[in-house]
């Protein structure tokens, strides 16, 4: 069966399954569309289904020019498990978050294999790209896998090869982002490198599918503990009076040794305030406690009652109070330059303000309505920003810097703003930094 698998790779004739179309699976569809792959495409959200068919995108990066492409080329998205057997690769790209207690939240994953267990046939390759503890792929997809009375590395092939989007990264593409993968079986590798190998340019493989687990969190671990490191430089930085963007700046000129990294109000998107959690809950089983990592977890989890602190002593200043200050949060984006809202801190910094009686408002160009999530709630759309709008606010809180914004006419118009972003160089009355 192995050898059958990988002529239809060399071939083009394997039909590809993405389960889950968000921001991981929309651009893989694409990628095994555009190098004539046809892809079939599985999701829950009939909504999404539904405008892919339309040829739409639902995601700002990707443009709706390409969903039409691959809808013209025979890509097909739909809510129906059952034609799982259609596809001879069923890759998994499904959220992987935490729980209230700050545990793996596997609902995602073992829902989805769950879901499409019963219509498993021989010869399927399985691949899991959500980010996870190391063991998950063996101990939970495995024996789901074979209770089906397969033999994975026989008649049946399971990997696991972690997702590496950057969303709205222009540098970068699924193309030309390495892809590591880890097989089960020596025979699972081979096929789960031939099939990424076929639309990635670099694949690098490793020994297990715990590696290729492990090697998704060090990444992961290794950004947060090093923001962790310099957002706790900030606050002490801030007390001596030091703008630690411009330590950055200079530390950065050294050419080697050094990598910059840049505090902010907290930290966003699917990766990096969630992944190191997953290591910590698993190190348990083994009675290993992270502390490195669990430090650096406390230090960005306090970034946004730290900005809080500044803009409550900003207004302090002005003889004002948070409760009743109208306040602007500029970017409800996690990140810059993008749409995805996924664990933002800007949407914690606007409830946390919102408790304290604050009047809130956002503006943000690439979220024009405050969506609908899981656990965040705000009826609210984005402000457009005129001089007598800005000027209307008591505080504009900087939470996302997008290139969109008009920097120069906000520091013009606004009374204060609290810039958690080190967008302002130079020191000016009515910018504070956080």
């Known amino acids: 069966m192995k050898d059958a698998f990988l002529k239809k790779i060399a071939d083009k004739s394997a039909v590809i399954g993405i389960v889950g179309l968000g921001y991981v699976g929309l651009p893989l569809m694409l990628r095994f569309n555009e190098?004539?792959?046809?892809?079939?495409?599985?999701?829950?959200?009939?909504?999404?289904?539904?405008?892919?068919?339309?040829?739409?995108?639902?995601?700002?990066?990707?443009?709706s020019d390409s969903i039409a492409s691959a809808r013209a080329a025979g890509f097909e998205a739909t809510t129906d498990f059952s034609r799982a057997p259609e596809a001879d690769a069923l890759i998994l790209c499904v959220p992987t978050p935490l729980n209230k207690y700050r545990e793996p939240d596997m609902s995602f994953v073992l829902g989805t294999i769950d879901s499409l267990v019963p219509h498993l046939r021989a010869g399927h390759l399985v691949s899991l790209e959500s980010t996870t503890y190391p063991g998950t792929t063996d101990e939970e997809l495995l024996p789901r896998i074979e209770s089906r009375g397969f033999k994975v590395g026989d008649n049946?092939?399971?990997?696991?090869?972690?997702?590496?989007?950057?969303?709205?990264?222009?540098?970068?593409?699924t193309r030309t982002i390495p892809k590591v993968c880890g097989g089960v079986t020596p025979a699972c590798q081979e096929i789960g490198v031939a099939l990424y190998s076929a639309v990635i340019d670099k694949v690098v493989p490793v020994s297990s599918t715990r590696a290729a687990e492990m090697t998704k969190l060090l990444e992961n671990i290794h950004r947060a503990v090093n923001i962790g490191l310099v957002n706790e430089m900030k606050i002490v930085a801030d007390k001596m009076g030091i703008d630690i963007h411009e330590?950055?700046?200079?530390?950065?000129?050294?050419?080697?040794?050094?990598?910059?990294?840049?505090?902010?109000?907290?930290?966003?998107?699917?990766?990096?305030?969630?992944?190191?959690?997953?290591?910590?809950?698993?190190?348990?089983e083994y009675g290993v406690h992270t502390r490195f990592i669990e430090l650096a977890g406390e230090v960005n989890s306090s970034m946004p009652d730290y900005v809080i602190s500044k803009v409550a002593a900003a207004l302090?200043?002005?003889?004002?109070?948070?409760?009743?200050?109208?306040?602007?949060?500029?970017?409800?984006?996690?990140?810059?330059?993008?749409?995805?809202?996924?664990?933002?801190?800007?949407?914690?910094?606007m409830e946390k303000l919102r408790d304290l009686g604050a009047d809130i408002s956002y503006s943000d160009p690439h979220v024009p309505v405050f969506p609908k999530m899981r656990e965040h709630h705000f009826e609210l759309s984005s402000v457009a920003l005129t001089a007598d709008s800005i000027a209307g606010y008591d505080c504009v809180l900087l939470a996302t810097d997008h290139d969109k914004f008009d920097y120069a006419q906000l520091q013009q118009h606004a009374q204060l703003i609290v810039d958690s972003r080190g967008k302002y160089l130079q020191p000016v009355a009515n910018v504070v930094k956080a």
């Open 156 to 173: 049946a092939f399971l990997v696991f090869s972690p997702e590496r989007e950057d969303p709205g990264n222009p540098n970068f593409t």
């Open 35 to 63: 190098v004539g792959f046809k892809v079939l495409g599985f999701d829950i959200d009939q909504r999404k289904v539904d405008a892919l068919h339309a040829g739409k995108s639902y995601i700002e990066h990707i443009s």
């Open 247 to 284: 330590v950055i700046r200079a530390a950065a000129t050294k050419p080697f040794g050094f990598v910059p990294y840049y505090p902010g109000p907290g930290l966003g998107g699917h990766c990096i305030p969630i992944d190191p959690f997953y290591l910590t809950w698993k190190a348990r």
């Open 316 to 349: 302090n200043e002005r003889k004002k109070a948070i409760n009743g200050s109208k306040i602007l949060v500029l970017g409800i984006a996690y990140k810059k330059n993008v749409d995805d809202m996924r664990e933002s801190p800007s949407v914690f910094l």
